[in-house]
């Protein structure tokens, strides 16, 4: 019963370093999401993907990419990090074609020296 | 685009007792709210969502209110206990594009119940 699974769980990244988050899921969606979360903020979508061979841009997608591999993972990079990449970031996934609750995963807390 | 406002930040209440959150939004096309908590190192988890078709829905201790003319919906909590306390976000969804709802979240409030 995994649902949204996230990997690593921490990492720390110097600056100019480049690192992929890895997101999977095994409830069969349609639909996944990256967010970040900041202390204080709420979670600010990054950027989604609709289904297996789409992706596009959330409210903060500056300084990231994404890839759909396939149905069920869908992965974040930063090419190149930069501190203000500090955060805690969450993947989710939806069913109902997008249109249903967001499940998602404990995150990845991630620091940027 | 849509601005969600969610008060108070932080609450602390007595076991027993009732909790409400509320939040506002912005953009009158959205028609989806979750609400979601949040436990220490967990992501977040939904509790209870509403859409703009009803103005009310429960689930045993758990409520939500939505008041679409003034744009503002609220969580209740009744009978508090112990393993309430979290940070509770709210969230709206503006748009469904490309199959997808996209949400806005507000910024969470920190909820304490003192047994």
């Given at each position: 019963?995994?649902g949204?699974?996230?990997?690593?769980?921490?990492?720390?990244?110097?600056?100019?370093?480049?690192?992929?988050?890895?997101?999977?899921?095994?409830?069969?969606?349609?639909?996944?999401?990256?967010?970040?979360?900041?202390?204080?903020?709420?979670?600010?979508?990054?950027?989604?993907?609709?289904?297996?061979?789409?992706?596009?841009?959330?409210?903060?997608?500056?300084?990231?990419?994404?890839?759909?591999?396939?149905?069920?993972?869908?992965?974040?990079?930063?090419?190149?990090?930069?501190?203000?990449?500090?955060?805690?970031?969450?993947?989710?996934?939806?069913?109902?074609?997008?249109?249903?609750?967001?499940?998602?995963?404990?995150?990845?807390?991630?620091?940027?020296? | 685009?849509e601005?969600?406002?969610?008060?108070?930040?932080?609450?602390?209440?007595?076991?027993?007792?009732?909790?409400?959150?509320?939040?506002?939004?912005?953009?009158?096309?959205?028609?989806?709210?979750?609400?979601?908590?949040?436990?220490?190192?967990?992501?977040?988890?939904?509790?209870?969502?509403?859409?703009s078709?009803?103005?009310?829905?429960?689930?045993?201790?758990?409520?939500?209110?939505?008041?679409?003319?003034?744009?503002?919906?609220?969580?209740?909590?009744?009978?508090?206990?112990?393993?309430?306390?979290?940070?509770?976000?709210?969230?709206?969804?503006?748009?469904?594009?490309?199959?997808?709802?996209?949400?806005?979240?507000?910024?969470?409030?920190?909820?304490?119940?003192?047994p």
């Open positions: 019963n995994a949204v699974t996230q990997t690593p769980k921490f990492q720390v990244l110097k600056t100019g370093q480049s690192m992929t988050l890895q997101c999977a899921q095994d409830m069969n969606h349609n639909s996944m999401y990256w967010y970040r979360q900041d202390p204080g903020m709420g979670l600010r979508l990054i950027y989604y993907s609709a289904s297996e061979g789409t992706t596009d841009k959330g409210e903060v997608p500056n300084g990231y990419n994404v890839s759909r591999l396939n149905k069920r993972e869908f992965s974040l990079r930063l090419e190149s990090a930069a501190p203000s990449q500090t955060s805690v970031y969450f993947c989710a996934s939806s069913a109902l074609e997008g249109r249903g609750p967001q499940h998602f995963g404990d995150g990845t807390r991630l620091s940027i020296l | 685009g601005n969600v406002e969610q008060h108070p930040s932080t609450l602390s209440v007595q076991e027993g007792d009732s909790a409400v959150i509320k939040c506002t939004y912005s953009d009158s096309a959205s028609n989806y709210f979750p609400w979601y908590k949040q436990e220490l190192g967990k992501g977040p988890q939904l509790i209870i969502d509403i859409r078709n009803v103005g009310e829905k429960k689930d045993q201790r758990i409520a939500v209110t939505l008041n679409k003319t003034a744009k503002h919906f609220s969580l209740h909590i009744t009978e508090t206990q112990p393993e309430d306390s979290a940070v509770y976000f709210c969230a709206a969804s503006p748009t469904f594009e490309g199959g997808s709802e996209k949400l806005v979240f507000g910024k969470g409030t920190k909820l304490t119940v003192n």
